[in-house]
């Protein structure tokens, strides 16, 4: 397990952006696949972005692709959501997870999970 931090969350007007941020100080981090997951109010939580350990492939869910942006830095242990386009329907809590197993990342089963970050947007 590596410790997780998010960062940039807030309240928004719908149409407008925003960027997640999340950061681990393990020296591991590299060889984590990330994601990005969200839970809205009385909601499952729900599998939004990942990124291999490579910011090689990524993968997106098909209700943010096209408007969301997934990418990496491993030169300073962060992992990056670009939400742009914003919808009303896209305020929830976000969470970064990580793991290194890639099935395990996308099943929704990750060994790592950040604290969770508020993303309000506003209509």
């Known amino acids: 397990q590596i410790e997780l931090v998010e960062s940039g969350g807030g309240s928004v007007q719908a149409g407008n952006s925003l960027r997640l941020s999340c950061t681990s100080s393990?020296?591991?981090?590299?060889?984590?696949?990330m994601a990005w997951f969200r839970q809205a109010i009385g909601k499952e939580r729900e599998f939004v972005a990942a990124i291999d350990w490579s910011g090689t492939h990524d993968y997106l869910d098909a209700s943010v692709k096209g408007r969301f942006f997934i990418s990496r830095d491993n030169s300073e242990n962060m992992v990056y959501l670009q939400m742009n386009i914003l919808k009303p329907e896209d305020t929830a809590i976000y969470y970064c997870a990580g793991d290194l197993n890639w099935g395990r990342l996308i099943a929704g089963l990750p060994r790592s999970w950040g604290q969770g970050i508020q993303v309000t947007v506003l209509s």
């Open positions: 393990e020296s591991t981090f590299d060889d984590h696949n």
